[in-house]
């Protein structure tokens, strides 16, 4: 096989590259990202190229850049080795500065990845800004000897002192015009001023009653504006710093902390946000307010506070507790235009329905989030309803798509219509903590869970029981036959137990990898043909067992061409082709599922950062993957002769 893109977006790259005889490069199809990660009581900070549709934003270790027309179309930074805080574009969209925990910023290609250059600042980069040339950044946060520094963009140096805070700084901004200006504010309450470069301190505004969150300067540079935790708006003169006035409004005033803000491109109003879980639009002359955005209907939860907000040409964002992104609609502030669902945290668990018209991808986190992917969009829909309560460990589907099983760290297993797009009322208490769960492949209603204590359980879509049986250890992953009649059970103590299915009982009918294999067991799958059963362990070692010939193990030196835990393994609908994912971040694509020819196999490296979670073939022609770096990637398969 060839992995290759088919995608005609050229506004989409990936590091990811295919290692073969003809040395063919691949890019993802499609590249589905998390949403921004946020922290309550906190907001973030979004940005948008000057030119373009892009923006970017932090999750987890990594920079998200997506399209705002076309949010399939993303792209991932990975360099960094701790969490990031914050990304801005350079102002000719060629660069990104991006700082992390640690206080390092990195300042790289948008296009290539490759870094120009690393600048420690202290503990933690909060805030980024570039100079209007592109020439000169400052960056803000915490640390012990300093908080912020303002540097030339390709060589680090300093250029000044950004000094005066005595606590954190939460943000900073760059005068785009000379004569250049900084302004920073932070959690002493303070909003700073600096002239330069080089930068020196000039003087410091503390009308603020509690934090000032974010600043920024008017995009003709006139003006300055801090906006705070205490609810105000202050206007300062963007040349010299001095206060020349407040925006505020009794009546449709926010009555929360005001998160973040941006300008309009005309620079005549504000568009802010607040943990009172609004955003509103500000004329700035007058200060009254033109518009507010209400979010969560007559129910709003905490997840509805307003975290951030971006104003990029004709689009107008904000941005959610949830990681919910909102197109604001200003003709109807009471529902947005288009929001984006998806992952702020790691994806658990997936369950793909293929479809002749269409595939639907389930997807379950740690943050106890199902999200439902139609895949010919990109678009994620959030299931409603009360859920786990907790963490979701996995999901299951029907093979007609009728019925979702979820199994959740509260020991619940849930099963769901999913035409109804909410968590259902079948729920089942599971005496344990559950590892797995998977749904037979000809009874719609019929799933098998497994948990920590061994215990193997084969549930209805009544909730009613349909057998029992306990594993020597923990139960770990567990898969039907294509024909319901066996169910295969991969366990933590390196066995694959294979159990007969038939009216209402479980009975052992095999152990099949004892001696065999060189890990416990992480995926487990039986072929699309019936000619095989597949199992992946924690030692690289992938058992493919010949059930027409007794069980007999067909690699016994175990394939391992994975260098670290393979951690997922698919059939293609045909069963022609297999998918392998593992920890050492690479997807490898098999052939010859005979012979297994190292000419017939294809690797798709560093497909995951962080490693791979889940693989499976939307056809014979493509195959989907999702990893620890929280995306979700498509990528054309191609046969070779």
Known sequence: VLLHSSSSSSSSTSSSSIMSSDSSIAVAKSMLTPLPQTERGFGIHLDATKKGDRICYANGNHVIVRSLEDPSQGDVFAEHKCRVHVARFSPNGEWIASGDERGRVMVWAVKSKIVKITVPIGRKVLDISWSGDGKRIVAAGDGAEQRAKAFSWDSGN???????????????????????????????????????????????????????????????????????????????????????GEIESKDDGHKGNISSFSWSPDGKQ????????????????????????????????????????????????????????NYLDVANPDKPKRVIQGHQADINGAALIRNADNNTLFTVCSQ???????LST????????????????????????????????????????????????????????????????????????????????????????????????????????????????????????????????????????????????????????????????????????????GYELKTPYG???????????????????????????????????????????????????????FVAFLSDDEVISIGKDRVIKTWAVVMKE
């Not at 106890?368 to 139609?374: A, Q, T």
Request: proline share 2%; hydrophobic share 40%.
């Open 158 to 244: 300093n250029l000044g002192q950004v000094a005066g805070h005595s606590k954190t700084i939460l943000s900073c901004d760059f005068k785009k015009q000379r004569p250049f200006r900084v302004a920073t504010c932070a959690e002493d309450q303070q909003v700073n001023f600096y002239t330069g470069p080089p930068f020196k301190f000039t003087s410091s505004f503390k009308g603020h009653s509690r934090w000032p969150n974010c600043v920024r300067f008017s995009p003709d540079g006139s003006k300055l504006i801090s906006v705070g935790a205490d609810s105000k708006i202050f206007v300062f003169d963007g040349k010299t710093g001095e206060k020349t």
């Open 270 to 325: 504000i568009l802010t946000s607040s943990l009172d879980k609004t955003a509103k639009i500000w004329n700035v002359e007058d200060g009254t307010v033109a518009q507010t955005f209400r979010f969560g209907g007559d129910k709003p939860q905490i997840e509805d506070q307003q975290v951030s907000t971006l104003w990029h040409k004709d689009y107008l964002l904000s941005v959610s507790l949830s990681g919910q992104i």
């Open 368 to 374: 106890g989030r199902l999200s439902e992917w139609d």
């Open 378 to 549: 990109g678009n994620a829909t959030w299931w409603g309803g009360v859920g786990h309560k907790g963490p979701i460990a996995d999901v299951a589907a029907a093979h007609d798509g009728s019925l979702i099983a979820t199994v959740g760290l509260d020991d619940t297993l849930i099963i769901s219509e999913s035409k109804e797009q909410e968590f259902g009322n079948v729920r089942i208490a599971l005496g344990g903590q559950p590892t797995s769960v998977t749904a037979a492949n000809k009874e719609a209603g019929l799933f098998a869970v497994t948990t920590t204590k061994g215990a193997v359980r084969l549930v209805r879509a009544d909730g009613s029981d349909a057998g029992q049986a306990t594993v020597s250890d923990k139960g770990t992953c567990s898969a039907f036959s294509q024909d319901d009649s066996l169910l295969a059970v991969g366990t933590a103590d390196r066995q694959v137990v294979l159990f007969s299915v038939a009216d209402g009982k479980l009975e052992e009918k095999a152990k099949m990898a004892e001696g065999k294999v060189k890990g416990a067991i992480c995926s487990i799958h039986f072929s699309s043909d019936g000619k095989w059963l597949v199992s992946t362990d924690k030692g690289r070692f992938i058992a493919v067992w010949d059930l027409a010939n």
């Open 559 to 613: 394939l391992t061409y994975h260098n670290a835990q393979v951690t997922a393994s698919a059939s293609s609908p045909s069963g022609a082709l297999m998918a392998t994912g593992a920890q050492d971040q690479n997807v490898i694509v098999w052939q010859d599922l005979v012979k297994f020819k190292a000419s017939k196999r294809q690797t798709l490296e560093v497909a995951h950062t962080l490693g791979v979670s």
